[in-house]
């Protein structure tokens, strides 16, 4: 699930609540800069990297859980199965 703007506070925090834990998605650029960046909502490192596997398929990926590195997903990655 992706999560909107209006969803999140100015500090970056979720305004809702709720058991899930919450990653940000970078798409990068072929110079590896930010283009976009979304939220993510997952119950785990795991989902959330399947979830981002499913975004931004035509560019290199990173995402994070707060200062954490979860996953770097280059272009063409295989996609694991559901």
Do not use: F, N
């Not at 209006?6 to 970056?12: N, Q």
């Not at 785990?44 to 979860?70: F, K, N, T, Y």
């Amino acid at each position: 699930m992706i999560i909107t703007r209006a969803e999140v506070s100015y500090e970056g925090r979720l305004v809702r609540g709720g058991a899930m834990s919450y990653y940000r998605l970078y798409c990068l650029d072929s110079a590896g800069k930010i283009e976009s960046a979304d939220w993510l909502e997952a119950q785990s490192d795991e989902d959330a990297i399947m979830q981002a596997r499913h975004v931004g398929l035509h560019r290199s990926r990173e995402l994070w859980d707060h200062d954490r590195v979860v996953a770097r997903i280059d272009i063409g990655a295989p996609k694991r199965p559901h």
